[in-house]
């Protein structure tokens, strides 16, 4: 099925796209492999727009530049530990204000057209230690990014309990570097849950 799907988030999104020397600027993350697992004969152009730091607030705020000169009718958004980073530390919204910008945003991308909508599940891995405390915290943003996926009848792949459930099978290191970025099996992962879900919609 000829088509456009645009990727919007993070620097998990984002996979240093702007040193990627290919004609795509896909980046070196996720977004690359789901190009490369395509079924064959899948004429689906990805175009990569994720921005390293990048909140949900600063995504929304950015949207129609990001989305210019592109009509994707598919939109994936990952997007949620800058978030959560920002409010353990005092300097941003709580798991409910970061619902609402979720909201927003499929909302946005509804307004737009683009109706094939998938939402990442925010994640963080339990190294260093320090990030064990962000657990609780991240599960109230999980679930706000759920019901706001819920409300905008949007797709909702839990990268979170996939990737805890891949651990009870290899180490957390096998699948992050610092805790927060993914490997390549942690984007080979993402990816494939990614085409699953696609899959599925375009049944």
């Known amino acids: 099925m000829a088509g456009a799907a645009v990727f919007l988030g993070d620097s998990i999104t ?7 020397v290919r004609p795509d600027g896909l ?11 395509l079924p064959a ?12 730091g990048f909140t949900a607030f600063q995504v929304r705020e950015r949207l129609s530049a990001d989305l210019s000169g592109i009509a994707p009718h598919t939109a994936t958004l990952q997007v949620g ?10 300097g941003g919204y709580g798991a409910e204000g970061f619902g609402k910008e979720v909201f927003r945003i499929l909302g946005a991308l509804k307004d737009r057209g683009i109706h094939r909508l998938i939402l990442l599940e925010p994640f963080v891995f339990p190294v260093p230690a320090m990030y064990r405390t962000w ?30 459930k891949a651990m009870e099978d290899c180490p957390p290191e096998a699948l992050t570097t610092d805790g927060i970025h993914l ?18 919609m375009a049944k």
Do not use: M
Request: proline share 1%; charged share 30%.
């Open 183 to 200: 490997t390549e099996r942690g984007h080979e992962l993402a990816a494939k849950a990614w085409l699953e879900e696609y899959g599925r």
């Open 27 to 37: 980046g070196f993350g996720y977004v690359r492999k789901i190009k490369e697992g």
């Open 14 to 20: 984002d996979c240093d796209r702007l040193w990627d």
């Open 81 to 90: 530990i800058n978030d959560l980073a920002g409010h353990l530390y005092g």
């Open 41 to 52: 004969g899948e004429a689906l152009r990805l175009y990569n727009r994720g921005h390293n």
């Open 135 to 164: 657990e609780e915290s991240l599960s109230l943003f999980a679930k706000e990014a759920r019901a706001a996926a819920r409300q905008c009848r949007a797709a909702f792949v839990p990268l979170w309990e996939l990737f805890k």
